[in-house]
C-alpha cells in the first residue's frame, strides 16, 4: 500500500495522475497542496481529497512514501529536491527542471538517497508507440531516413488552456518545451540514438509571448534527421501525426484512429499492422518500480537527456544558429 501526497495542481495533467491513482486499491492520497490555496481547495473537494496549507505537513508525515509534483515547471527543482531529502519517492510531470545540470543533480540525489524519481513521459502508453517501433526495428523500412513527429491543440487561442501555460517565467517556455517534449523523446526511440544537432525555429501567433507554433530538426549521426512540429494555436485538439521513411518502405499512424500502417516501395498498398499492447502508463510504470524493483534507467536517463535538448532548442531559438549537442548521460 502507497499513501501518497499531491504537490501543486497547476499541470493539466494533475487531475489525470490523481484520478488514476484514486482507481487503485493500493493507493491512498493523504493530502493535496498548492501554493495557490484556492486553487488546491478547487481541485480537491470534487474528489473528497484533503487539502493540506504546508508542503511541509506532506513531506513530514512519515507515513507518505510517495510525491506526486504537479507545479508551475519553475518550481520543480525546489520541490523535488525537498521531497527527496526528506525521503520520498517521486512521480514528476515533464520536464524536470529547466537546466541539464538540474536534472543531473536531481537523478543523483534520489539515486545517493535510495529512491526512485521518475518524470511522466505519457506517450510511451500509447499502443501506436510500440506498434511503429516494432515495425523499424523489423528492419522492413530498410536504413531510416527521416522522421515527422507533429502534436498540437489550440489551448492557446481557444482559452482553455491555464494561464500558467502561457507564462515564460512559470513553464520555461511555450510549445517546445510542453506539448513538444513528446517529439523528443519519441524520436530518439525510434532513431535508436541520441541526435548530434538540434535546430529550432517559433512563432508567437496568440500574442502571450512564448513559443506557441515550433519546428524542430533533430540530426542524427548516420545522416536521418527527425522534424518535430509542435503548435498549441492548431486545430483539432489533440492531433498527432508521425511518419518514417526509409530505403525501402514508409511507416505512419492514421490521426483517425492510431492504426499504423506499412507501405514498402515493392508494393501498392498500404498494410494496417497488428497492433500491439499499450506500455503501462507512467503511474503504473512509476509503482512498479517501487513494488517490484523494476528497471528505471530508460527513465532516468531520458528526463536528462530531454531537459538537454530543450535547453538546446531554445539556445537555437535565440542564436538563430544550429547548436550541437553530446549525448548528457554517454
Known amino acids: 500500500m502507497h499513501r501518497m501526497g499531491v504537490v501543486g495542481v497547476w499541470h493539466v495533467h494533475a487531475a489525470d495522475y490523481v484520478d488514476e491513482a484514486m482507481r487503485r486499491d493500493d493507493v491512498t492520497i493523504v493530502g493535496v497542496w ?32 510517495v510525491i506526486v509534483v504537479d507545479t508551475a515547471t519553475c518550481d520543480h527543482v525546489e520541490v523535488v529536491t525537498r521531497a527527496l531529502e526528506a525521503g520520498k519517492n517521486v512521480f514528476c510531470e515533464k520536464v524536470l527542471a529547466f537546466r541539464p545540470d538540474e536534472a543531473a543533480e536531481l537523478e543523483a540525489l534520489a539515486l545517493r538517497r535510495g ?21 523499424v526495428k523489423s528492419g522492413v523500412l530498410g536504413r531510416i531516413t527521416s522522421s515527422r513527429i507533429r502534436y498540437q491543440h489550440a489551448g ?7 494561464d500558467g501555460f502561457l507564462s515564460p517565467e512559470e513553464a520555461g517556455g511555450g510549445a517546445v518545451i510542453d506539448l513538444g517534449v513528446h517529439g523528443f ?4 526511440l525510434f532513431h535508436g540514438a541520441y541526435p548530434t544537432t538540434v535546430t529550432c525555429r517559433v512563432s508567437d501567433i496568440s500574442g502571450h509571448g512564448i513559443d506557441d507554433n515550433s519546428a524542430v530538426i533533430l540530426d542524427y549521426a548516420d545522416g536521418s534527421w527527425s522534424v518535430l512540429e509542435t503548435s498549441l494555436v492548431s486545430a483539432p ?12 518502405g ?12 506499412v507501405r514498402r516501395s515493392d508494393a501498392q498498398v498500404w ?3 497488428e497492433m500491439l499492447p499499450a506500455s503501462p502508463t507512467p503511474l503504473q510504470h512509476f509503482l512498479a518500480v517501487l513494488d517490484e524493483g523494476g528497471d528505471n534507467s530508460w527513465n532516468r536517463f531520458q528526463s536528462i537527456r530531454l ?13 538563430g544558429v544550429a547548436v550541437g549537442v553530446s549525448d548528457p548521460v554517454g
Do not use: K
Not at 239 to 246: F, K, L, N, V
Not at 250 to 261: H, N
Open 156 to 162: 492557446a487561442i481557444d482559452g482553455w488552456l491555464p
Open 271 to 273: 498494410v494496417a499492422q
Open 250 to 261: 514508409v511507416v505512419v499512424i492514421d490521426p483517425r484512429d492510431e492504426t499504423v500502417y
Open 34 to 65: 498548492d501554493r495557490d490555496h484556492e486553487a488546491a481547495l478547487a481541485f480537491a473537494q470534487p474528489r473528497g481529497l484533503p487539502v493540506v496549507p504546508e508542503l511541509e505537513i506532506l513531506l513530514g508525515d512519515p507515513s507518505i512514501d
Open 237 to 248: 485538439d489533440n492531433a498527432r501525426w508521425c511518419e518514417i521513411h526509409g530505403t525501402r
Open 307 to 319: 531537459v538537454s535538448l530543450v535547453a538546446a532548442a531554445y539556445e537555437s531559438v535565440a542564436g
Open 185 to 188: 523523446y519519441l524520436s530518439q
Open 115 to 135: 529512491l526512485t524519481l521518475a518524470v511522466s513521459f505519457q506517450r510511451m502508453a500509447e499502443a501506436w508507440v510500440p506498434t511503429l517501433d516494432a515495425v
